[in-house]
């Protein structure tokens, strides 16, 4: 790609990850395009940004047409409920931005010459019977299920992201996110960290589901960024798992939370959600050797600074 300034356009840019991605992208030197539609997002999440003259905020559903008026070089489609309360409730928009607003991020990358970066998910993997998840693993999904609607639309972005770069030659990228966390999640955002803190925080029982013994693997969000940032200007065509790999149970998970959150809450237990995943352990044995990537911010300190956040949201 030419050298100089990079336009980047970000879908979902005002979202939790979308966001801190802006923000690394100016960074860089980029001039950020962020689009969302706020069904999940939060001005919020960019008011820091707003001043900014080489960032832009554009209200925008990105199933619809996306005009963008100025030359693109990167399109990063961040753009998807990601939180199960979320895909549960908002199950059709969940499909439709996974296949319709892909399909429309694909079309201004070719329409511009831009290189595209999709943000799928670990949840491709669905109920993994391999573990932990190379990117060669097929997955374990229920196309049926409750949670279908999200895994199945990821699955299927994947599969048009790769059609757009073998049939019409578009630079593509494929990230497959795994369980990320830190400053700028939602109180209520329903998965484990901020369900966790939000409880702990305001003296709450903090609910684990199940017996407690699922596993996942939690990667503190500065960590991801550097990941995707590294794949976006590498040369790999082929999804690419950046995730942590210290992998840990619900119930250890919990009581960290509580006793760094210096709580006195209680642990109760309720039925587990229909189809989730059992276990959670990305393989980032491709990041590695092809990124020189690994996280590196340790589980406690990327909780206290979550925890700090969070201190400040609940007041």
């Known amino acids: 790609m ?31 395009i962020a689009v969302d539609n706020l069904v999940t997002g939060d001005v919020k999440n960019i008011a820091h940004l707003l001043g ?24 990063l489609h961040f753009a998807s409920p990601a939180s199960p309360i979320d895909y549960l409730k908002l199950p059709i928009q969940t499909l439709k931005v996974g296949s319709l607003g892909t399909h429309k991020a694909l079309g201004l990358a070719k329409a511009k010459g831009a290189r595209f970066l999709l943000a799928s998910t670990s949840e491709v993997y669905g109920d993994p019977l391999v573990h932990p998840q190379p990117e060669s693993y097929w997955g374990n999904v229920n196309p049926v299920g409750v949670r279908g609607v999200y895994d199945e639309a990821k699955r299927f ?31 209520n955002d329903g998965r484990a960290i901020p369900a966790f803190l939000s409880q702990a925080l305001e003296g709450n029982d903090v609910t684990v589901f199940g ?18 940032y590294r794949l976006l200007v590498s040369n790999e065509v082929y999804p690419m798992n950046i995730g942590n790999q210290d992998e840990i149970t619900m119930l250890q998970l919990a009581k960290e939370v509580i006793e760094l959150a210096g709580s006195r809450s209680k642990i109760v237990f309720k039925d587990l959600p229909e189809d989730d995943p059992k276990v959670r352990q990305p393989d980032t044995t491709r990041a590695q050797t092809i990124l020189q990537w690994k996280a590196r911010i340790d589980r406690k300190e990327g909780l206290k600074r979550t925890i700090e956040y969070f201190r400040s949201q609940i007041r």
């Open 157 to 187: 972005a994947e599969a048009m992201t790769m059609a757009y770069q073998r049939y019409h030659a578009v630079d593509t990228r494929i990230v497959r996110i795994f369980n990320t966390y830190g400053p700028r999640m939602r109180l």
């Open 211 to 228: 017996n407690g013994s699922q596993t996942r693997s939690v990667c503190y969000v500065d960590d991801l960024i550097e990941g995707i």
């Open 2 to 32: 030419a050298s100089g300034k990079k336009h980047a356009v970000v879908t979902g840019g005002a979202g939790f990850l979308g966001s801190h991605l802006c923000d690394r992208l100016l960074a860089e030197g980029c001039t950020v």
């Open 52 to 75: 900014n003259p080489s960032f832009r905020f554009v209200k925008h559903d990105v199933t619809e047409f996306i005009f963008i008026d100025s030359p693109v070089d990167y399109v």
